[in-house]
């Protein structure tokens, strides 16, 4: 399974448990760290635990697993790597905080439909 395909079942997932305002960042021509960056936001700290866990069964039952995952008890922030495609999953607070999307801005924002015809 490519990159794409990856990126791909990780937004159905996130999709799948009503993930808010799904952005994928396509960075892997300005950085060495990975292909594809995906925030997804959630109102609580279930719903973040269930994206999170939601994610690791999809990826999972395709033979892919994390390498790393961070935030999952606290919920606010949760980072999970998968090596080509990190995924960052936001409580609304947290994401205005942090705003990745003006940090990562030099990515190009791509949408589902686009990332399917890649």
């Given amino acids: 399974m490519n990159t794409k395909e ?3 079942l ?4 996130l999709e799948d448990k009503k ?3 799904i952005r994928v960042i396509d960075i892997s021509e300005i950085s060495t760290i990975a292909d594809y960056f995906i925030i997804a936001g959630g109102s609580n700290k279930s719903q973040i635990q269930a994206m999170a866990d939601n994610i690791s069964e999809i990826l999972g039952k395709a033979g892919i697993t994390a390498r790393q ?10 980072l ?13 607070e947290n994401r205005l905080f942090y705003d990745l999307e003006r940090i990562w801005r030099d990515g190009v924002v791509i949408d589902k439909d686009t990332l399917k015809n890649i």
């Fill in 10 to 13: 990780a937004i159905n997932a």
């Fill in 19 to 21: 993930a808010e305002d």
């Fill in 80 to 92: 999970m790597d998968f090596q080509d495609i990190i995924i960052h999953i936001f409580d609304r």
């Fill in 69 to 78: 995952t961070e935030g999952y008890q606290n919920a606010n922030w949760v």
């Fill in 6 to 8: 990856t990126a791909l």
